[in-house]
Nanobody
Framework: QVQLVESGGGLVQPGGSLRLSCAAS????????MGWYRQAPGKQREAVAI???????NYADSVKGRFTISKDNAKNTVYLQMNSLNSEDTALYYC???????????WGQGTQVTVSS
């Protein structure tokens, strides 16, 4: 059974930092492009950052230079380090897995990030 479990969200002041974690099933982690998406109230879900099995990364323009996606293969975990947060980053953040050999897409349950003073 595929599982993606996010953690690390919370309330942070503007300019602050948070690190999100996504623990994945081993079966899906090692064969997928892993990513973080977010959805703010009234907006569509958007891609934030992705990382391939080889460690290549890609970021949305809005987070470049502030967010860093990384992974720990030994722990089957993907991270999103978020720095210099602002109110525009407030959203529900989802972990995503796209297996490279199938059309399946998996989502976690989401973790809320709120940036507010």
């Amino acid at each position: 059974q595929v599982q993606l479990v996010e953690s690390g969200g919370g309330l942070v002041q503007p300019g602050g930092s948070l690190r999100l974690s996504c623990a994945a099933s081993k079966s899906i982690f090692s064969n997928s492009i892993m990513g973080w998406y977010r959805q703010a109230p009234g907006k569509q879900r958007e891609a934030v950052a992705i990382i391939t099995g080889a460690g290549r990364t890609n970021y949305a323009d809005s987070v470049k230079g502030r967010f860093t996606i990384s992974k720990d293969n030994a722990k089957n975990t993907v991270y999103l380090q978020m720095n210099s947060l602002n109110s525009e980053d407030t959203a529900l953040y989802y972990c995503n897995a796209r297996p490279v050999l199938s059309a399946d897409i998996y989502w976690g349950q989401g973790t809320q990030v709120t940036v507010s003073s």
